[in-house]
């Protein structure tokens, strides 16, 4: 289920649909969670088991310390408000580059052989990056900017090669989706798991779909009455707008856009919708205090969970290979199954941020574990300053494996070069990305500063 839709939208968004804007940017920050997590987190490539989770990240240190800030600016006429330190709000690694956006829309990249920054990833003066996403189909990084010169107004993308970043020169790669309008509402959605890109032009109300792999479009779905669009694996569901007692859905295959069926689905009048979404042919319809209901599409099955049972979360991932789904609510992780019962509750995973910025959570490829910056035990308060720890937990049984926090982390290599102790590196943790390939974790915090922890 990776997905992620950047929009137009008043605020940065480092989720991957990204909305645009027709004001200079907020600096304050926004994620969308559930298209984040959709891009990031799930695909089919098992990486190590449960049974050895707990060694893999049992002896993890701070080994490394970059700065995504240059006090001198990236740029010698850069615009006043990019020169500022400001937090990481998202992290992309790839092979051996590790790339920091900063909520000032200053993106630098660091080389993790060298040890050292490569370059700032922004090539004009007065671009603002909102998002990253890392297209593993051509091993290629995608930008998508903000420019002061069209007041900060239409989302622009742009996608460089790895290699070019590593050799310092981000302005050798190309834009993307130049005949795109992509004002407010307008938006941006890159889908890992079926290999699309789904842009909206709001001026004109056509949906286009694209070829992540090598860009060109494949086809248009223009119709001013569709309210939103959600992506699962092969298939996408149109939602129109509301009629009085119910809500008309188009189910379309991801690849041609062929409509596949046509149904309408029951409402309570006068209540709001808290959520629709699709997850393969499963369809999750949740009103305002009513009860969750969970619809077969194929079979017209429809059942329901009590309200009391399942209350509107703030944000969802889907995990299509164990076909379950994870909730998250006032820093609280929970598993269902799409019968709607429980399946696991977390005995040691309360998240930091209540917020559920999912820039601080991970889920393994092979959907077994999560990794998120947590809140410590209140045997931990002890600790110096404010730390949190990093928790690693199994998705099926709800079990802490791991744990990374001040007494377990601390150095094990020369720090003379680091100014964080590994109290201050887990303090105020903003973003963080787990590389599989290199069993590393990347951490940036609210100093704009990005640490990495290995297995030693």
Request: charged share 25%; with cysteine.
């Amino acid at each position: 289920m990776e997905g992620s839709r950047i929009s137009a939208s008043p605020r940065p968004c480092s989720g991957r649909r990204v909305w645009a804007n027709k004001k200079r940017p907020r600096l304050d920050g926004y994620v969308n969670t559930f298209s984040k997590l959709l891009r990031r987190e799930i695909s089919s490539k098992p990486c190590f088991s449960i049974s050895n989770a707990y060694e893999k990240f049992r002896n993890m240190r701070l080994v490394e310390e970059y700065d995504s800030h240059d006090p001198k600016g990236h740029c010698p006429v850069a615009l006043p408000f990019l020169m500022k330190r400001k937090k990481v709000i998202e992290i992309v690694a790839a092979c051996d580059i590790v790339c920091a956006l900063a909520h000032s829309g200053v993106c630098a990249a660091f080389d993790r052989e060298r040890s050292k920054r490569i370059c700032f990833v922004n090539v004009s003066p007065d671009e603002v990056i909102r998002s990253l996403f890392y297209n593993k189909n051509n091993d290629s990084l995608i930008t998508v900017s903000v420019y002061a010169s069209d007041n900060f107004s239409s989302l622009k993308c742009r996608s460089t090669k790895i290699e070019y970043i590593r050799r310092g020169k981000p302005d050798a790669g190309f834009a993307l989706f130049e005949s795109e309008s992509l004002k407010w509402p307008g938006f941006v959605e890159f889908d890992d798991v079926n290999g699309k890109v789904l842009t909206y032009s709001a001026q004109d109300s056509i949906y286009k779909v694209f070829d992540l792999k090598n860009y060109t479009m494949l086809y248009s779905i223009s119709d001013k009455h569709v309210h939103e669009i959600k992506i699962s694996p092969g298939i996408m569901l149109l939602i129109f707008n509301r009629a009085s007692g119910h809500i008309p859905l188009k189910i379309l295959s991801i690849e041609d856009g062929k409509v596949l069926k046509t149904f309408k689905h029951l409402l309570h009048r006068n209540k709001k919708v808290d959520f629709i979404e699709q997850f393969n042919e499963k369809l999750l319809v949740k009103q305002e205090n009513e009860n969750l209901q969970i619809l077969d599409v194929r079979s017209s099955e429809l059942m329901e969970v009590s309200s009391t049972e399942f209350m509107t979360p703030s944000a969802f991932i889907f995990l299509y290979e164990n076909q379950l789904f994870l909730t998250f609510k006032n820093r609280t992780v929970a598993v269902w199954n799409f019968r709607g019962e429980l399946v696991t509750s977390f005995e040691d995973h309360l998240l930091w941020h209540p917020d559920c910025n999912t820039n601080n959570i991970c889920i393994t490829s092979d959907q077994e574990l999560i990794i998120s910056y947590c809140k410590a035990e209140s045997d931990d308060q002890w600790m110096e300053g404010n730390a949190g720890s990093i928790n690693i937990s199994n998705i099926l049984t709800g079990k802490c494996l791991a744990k990374i926090n001040a007494s377990n982390g601390s150095p094990k290599v020369d720090s003379s070069k680091m100014r964080s102790t590994v109290s201050e590196a887990l303090e105020d943790i903003t973003a963080l990305f787990y590389d599989e390939e290199r069993n590393e974790i990347y951490t940036g915090n609210r100093q704009g500063l990005i640490h990495t922890l290995l297995q030693m």
